[in-house]
């Protein structure tokens, strides 16, 4: 009998010594479809000239929102917002890495049509759109359309280097746009239903 016990209580003692805690972690959501990224963009851009590669351009879905982004244009990275300015060169190769916030990614590489800038109604309608001055001191940006335009409705955008709108405002006709951004470089956005126009500016204090 009293082997048995002792053997009972040896059996206890053992059990309790390899007990061990078990903490319930809690699981991230999960996402009903996996993460996609698909890249629309199908215009021919001007080679050397600023673009803005927008909202418009691509589409993300499944995973979990938000989404973080990576930008990169030969193999570095030239932007880490939802949109990102790049100046396109013939034959660069560009990727789109969209990240959910389970740090699960997609990523697609695509190409732009870049053509040669060459004398040509685009460029008759650039000078007509002007974006000035490219050295801000005081905070204040003009913008001038054309005359046939100067009732059109244009929507203004300020990005940093790194693709990040900074301001957006939208103006009708010619008209002066005040910003108070820090130093540093930027580049504005002015677009209407006739024409895109971007230009890049440095702000100083």
């Given at each position: 009998?009293k082997?048995?016990i ?88 560009f ?7 389970n ?15 060459i ?28 005359e046939?335009e100067?009732l ?54």
């Open positions: 009998m082997r048995t002792i053997i009972a209580i040896t059996v206890v003692s053992i059990l309790f010594c390899h007990a061990q805690t078990v903490v319930k972690m809690k699981m991230p959501a999960q996402a009903n479809e996996p993460l996609k990224v698909v890249v629309l963009f199908e215009e021919p851009v001007p080679e050397g000239m600023p673009v803005v590669l927008g909202l418009m351009g691509y589409n993300i879905t499944g995973g979990m929102a938000p989404y973080s982004y990576q930008w990169l244009q030969n193999g570095s990275l030239v932007g880490t917002g939802d949109v990102v300015i790049i100046t396109p060169k013939k034959s660069d190769k990727e789109l890495k969209a990240t959910d916030r740090r699960c990614y997609s990523t697609q590489s695509f190409s732009l049509k870049v053509i040669a800038r004398g040509s109604k685009d460029d008759e309608n650039n000078s007509q759109y002007k974006i000035y001055p490219t050295l801000v001191k005081n905070d204040i940006i003009n913008i001038s359309l054309p046939k100067m059109t409705q244009a929507r203004i955008r300020i990005f940093d280097t790194g693709g990040a709108m900074k301001y957006q405002t939208t103006i009708t006709g010619s008209s002066t746009v005040m910003c108070h951004l820090p130093e540093g470089n930027y580049f504005v956005s002015v677009q209407t239903d006739e024409f895109h126009k971007v230009e890049k500016i440095i702000v100083q204090q």
